[in-house]
């Protein structure tokens, strides 16, 4: 089974206005924490937002907000008034502790900032 | 160093080729970890190391690939025998210790592969 699900290969927004990215994951681990990174076309890896498994609150930082519903295993990302530099693609990962230290990745998503 | 370093940038072999491609992770990170990227695809995991113990080889796709890093610094990703299925963008990444959740992963730029 797949560990972490990223369902939307492909994503529109209108600039200035919000998105979400859609995360959904798999673990029987009890402590892990979620991730989300940027990849723009440039290529590097860019560290976004953090959750934490025990976290009580959703992750928030700037314009990036991490809608977590634990029930659900699902860790989706928000962004708010979208800039054309937003466009890239977008992973979600999740590290287990518990059960290797393991990093998983989903398989992306590809953001369009429209003008 | 500031960040982590992976040479080459760019590896051009012909199929049959044995490649050794090098990582440099932040200095004092224990964990090191080897992904594989295929274009417009996620970080596929290989392997990954605490110090130089390697704690999972399970994603290393077959005994082609292996990885070591003697000294739980530098660490190399050895393919032998190349095959044009091998060409991709491989990527290195550290993180401080290894053992909490809260740690992210900070990558290289990675190098990409190409196998004629």
């Known amino acids: 089974a797949q560990k972490i699900t990223q369902t939307q290969p492909g994503m529109f927004v209108q600039e200035k206005e919000a998105v979400t990215l859609d995360c959904t994951y798999d673990?029987?681990?009890?402590?892990?924490?979620l991730f989300w990174y940027k990849q723009p076309s440039s290529g590097e890896m860019i560290f976004l937002i953090y959750?934490?498994?025990?976290?009580?609150q959703n992750a928030t930082e700037g314009r990036y907000s991490l809608n977590f519903q634990k029930a659900r295993k699902s860790a989706n990302l928000v962004i708010s008034a979208s800039q054309l530099g937003d466009s890239a693609m977008y992973f979600c990962?999740?590290?287990?502790?518990?059960?290797?230290?393991?990093?998983?990745f989903g398989t992306g998503t590809s953001l369009t900032v429209i003008p | 160093g500031a960040g982590v370093s992976q040479s080459p940038r760019y590896k051009v072999t012909k199929r049959g080729q044995d490649v050794a491609l090098r990582c440099d992770p932040i200095?004092?990170?224990?964990?090191l970890y080897w992904y594989r990227q295929a274009l417009g695809q996620g970080p596929e995991f290989l392997t990954y190391?605490?110090?130089?113990?390697?704690?999972?080889k399970s994603g290393l796709p077959n005994d082609r690939f292996s990885a070591e890093r003697p000294e739980g610094s530098i660490s190399t990703l050895t393919i032998q025998r190349t095959e044009q299925r091998d060409s991709a963008m491989y990527r290195c990444?550290?993180?401080?210790?290894?053992?909490?959740?809260?740690?992210?992963?900070?990558f290289g730029s990675g190098t990409q592969l190409s196998v004629l």
């Open positions: 990444a550290s993180s401080p210790r290894g053992g909490s959740t809260n740690e992210k992963l900070f």
């Open positions: 673990t029987s681990d009890p402590s892990y924490g």
């Open positions: 959750q934490g498994s025990y976290d009580q």
């Open positions: 990962a999740m590290r287990e502790v518990n059960t290797g230290n393991q990093f998983y």
């Open positions: 200095s004092g990170h224990v964990s």
């Open positions: 190391f605490n110090y130089e113990a390697q704690q999972d």
